[in-house]
């Protein structure tokens, strides 16, 4: 068994309560949006991470991260981007990706409003954790943490914290 924490749209800012959220957690999963080097630091210095960049991340973090990151985690077919839509409004650089080989599960952020969704036609579950950073639109900043284990994805549980 695994246990995730999610987050996205840090914009450079690490709520230590999210750090207190994720503290049974083995691995950080950051769907872009990072905005400094000293976010994903502090991430991997307490978890294994992985990352994609966002659309304000600049070159080193681009060099650092992939746009797109497919991977198996205990079973469990991933695939991570930061703009990503969800189920009926997929983006359409993702829709293709998605449609050609669907995952089981589907992550992103960019909105800013922390969903999960499963998607029927696609047999995929979406998560957008939200917006972990203080910058933003949002009122809330959210996480997500869950746990995979042999095929199943379980436990998910939802951090509502005012900004």
């Known amino acids: 068994m695994v246990k995730i924490g999610l987050l996205s749209d840090t914009h450079g800012w690490l709520d230590p309560r999210i750090l207190d959220f994720f503290k049974e957690c083995d691995e950080a999963w950051h769907c872009g949006d990072i905005g400094a080097l000293a976010v994903t630091d502090e991430l991997e210095a307490r978890f294994t991470l992985r990352a994609v960049y966002g ?3 600049g070159g080193v973090m681009r060099r650092i991260f992939p746009e797109f990151r497919r991977f198996t985690c ?3 077919e ?3 981007t930061h703009i990503g839509g969800y189920p009926g409004h997929y983006d359409r650089r993702v829709e293709a990706i998605l449609r050609a080989e669907p995952p089981r ?3 992103c952020g960019h909105s800013h409003i ?3 969704q499963y998607d029927k036609e696609l047999a995929c579950l979406h998560i957008n954790p939200g917006a972990a950073g203080r910058y ?3 009122a809330a900043c959210t996480a997500v943490r869950f746990a995979i284990d042999a095929g199943n994805i379980r436990e998910l549980e939802l951090l509502e914290l005012k900004k």
């Open 55 to 57: 659309n304000v991340d």
């Open 74 to 76: 205990e079973g469990v």
């Open 78 to 80: 991933v695939l991570m």
């Open 105 to 107: 599960l589907f992550l």
């Open 114 to 116: 922390a969903k999960v």
């Open 136 to 138: 933003g639109f949002h």
